[in-house]
T-cell receptor, first 117, second 110 residues
């Protein structure tokens, strides 16, 4: 099956710094990738839809200037948490859909656990 | 937009018993109904799904039933095992986006 990777798997940073998370589709090209955030004991909440070669579409309440998304190639999307604060500590998961597939066909990355001190 | 709810939020069963989780959705145009299993600290995994042209689908100990009229679908796990302990999410889809339900934490007691 299709494989999606994320890097790093976990990161600890100081408040005020920026953190970049990478999401890669390893064996297929993904024109669309999705970024989710999951707080402890809560559901996955869609943050934004990342489209290759164009601007990301952010969900209501998600600050686009704080969560920068770049989808520069068909296999890589990056999420940068700028000026991170302790409340940004969460589990960030990406997913990708192969070309010509329905949005229902999503392959999830293993997630990145971010801890902001 | 799509509103997805799950019940119960937590469920404890004895090993070997059955577990049932129900998901309700609001968008009558929905035609794809998946269930995901997420173990602690890991990615969600699709365990079973059903499309609106069938009412029930079974895969070994796992089954999903769909009631489109009432706008709900359910996950059934029979002969539960400790490794079934996890959080289960149903999902809805709207405008090419996945909307996850709030999750059900299942504990299977040995």
């Amino acid at each position: 099956g299709a494989v999606v990777s994320q890097h790093p798997s976990r990161v600890i940073c100081k408040s005020g710094t920026s953190v970049k998370i990478e999401c890669r589709s390893l064996d297929f090209q993904a024109t669309t990738m999705f970024w989710y955030r999951q707080f402890p004991k809560q559901s996955l909440m869609l943050m934004a839809t990342s489209n290759e070669g164009s601007k990301a579409t952010y969900e209501q309440g998600v600050e686009k200037d704080k969560f920068l998304i770049n989808h520069a190639s068909l296999t890589l999307s990056t999420l940068t948490v700028t000026s991170a604060h302790p409340e940004d500590s969460s589990f960030y998961i990406c997913s990708a859909s192969p070309p010509l597939s329905r949005v229902e066909t999503q392959y999830f990355g293993p997630g990145t656990r971010l801890l902001v001190l | 937009g799509e509103n997805v709810e799950q019940h119960p939020s937590t469920l404890s069963v004895q090993e070997g018993d059955s577990a049932v989780i129900k998901c309700t959705y609001s968008d009558s145009a929905s035609n794809y109904f998946p269930w995901y299993k997420q173990e602690l600290g890991k990615r969600p995994q699709l365990i079973i799904d059903i499309r609106s042209n069938v009412g029930e689908k079974k895969d070994q100990r796992i089954a999903v039933t769909l009631n489109k009229t009432a706008k709900h679908f359910s996950l059934h796990i029979t002969e539960t095992q400790p490794e079934d302990s996890a959080v289960y999410f149903c999902a809805g889809f709207i405008a090419d986006k996945v909307i996850f339900g709030p999750g059900t934490s299942l504990s299977v007691i040995p």
